[in-house]
Every structure is written in C-alpha cells, then in structure tokens.
C-alpha cells in the first residue's frame, strides 16, 4: 500500500472526528490522533513547505476551506487510484513541474481537499549550506 510520507503536524475541525480520522488511516495510511485511536504518525524525512496563500486563491477548492495539506508520496498514480478506489474525490487534472515534482488532488469526505505530490530526486536533496 502506497503511504504518504511527510509533515508536520496538522489539527483541523470536523463533524466527525473518529470517522474522519479513520479515513485518513485506513485510506492513506496515516495514524490518528483521536477519541478511539491514540496513534502517532511518524513519517519519512523530507522537505516540508509553509505558504501563505491570497484570500481569494481558488486553489484550495471551495472558499471556506481555511487550508491545504501537501503529503508527499512515492508514486502519484497508484496513491490517486487508491485514493477514488475508496470512493473519494479525486481531480482529473495533474501537475507537472521541472525539478519539483508532479502534483495531484483530492477531497476527503468531508469535502476538504488536499494535494499530493510526487517529488523529483532534485526536490528531495537537502541544499549545501551558504
């Protein structure tokens, strides 16, 4: 099973914590923090990065949506098809950029979407220090 394999640590409002938590474990291979499970997601080293967007950005799907989290993983194409075949949102469209990475989307079932990202062997080497 394809897992994703980096951030931070993310807390976010739901209408379902336990469901949702569950979700995000049985779906991408997440531990959760939660009222049933108490399981501590360590990940795979790696890049992580913090962006502030515009208000008004379109990006993060519906306009409410206060966040996006990027996980990165392995292989884009089997995480996507893991990802609908548990019955998720997933966006057709897909990114690819030089040096990064090749980007996908979906949503979980509360509808909040989050990217996946595929990165190159160049997005993952750490820099010399200046």
């Known amino acids: 099973m394809e897992r994703v394999t980096g951030i931070g640590g993310v807390f976010f409002r739901s209408r379902n914590p336990g469901a949702l938590a569950r979700w995000y474990t049985d779906v991408l ?3 959760s923090v939660s ?3 108490d399981r501590v997601w360590w990940q795979a080293a790696g890049p992580t990065v913090w962006s502030p967007f515009e208000a ?3 990006y993060f ?6 966040w996006m ?3 990165r993983v392995r ?3 089997a995480m996507l098809e893991q990802v609908r075949a548990a019955g998720a949102t997933v966006d057709d ?3 690819t950029v030089e040096g990064i990475g090749r980007f996908g989307w979906a949503s979980d079932p ?3 979407r989050f990217e996946l990202w595929e990165p190159t062997v160049e997005a993952l080497t750490e820099p010399a220090p200046e």
Do not use: Y
């Open 56 to 58: 008004e950005t379109g």
């Open 110 to 112: 509360e509808g909040n």
């Open 93 to 95: 469209s897909r990114e």
């Open 29 to 31: 291979g997440i531990d």
């Open 35 to 37: 009222a049933e499970a």
């Open 69 to 71: 989290v990027n996980f």
């Open 61 to 66: 799907g519906r306009p409410e949506q206060q």
């Open 75 to 77: 292989d884009l194409d």
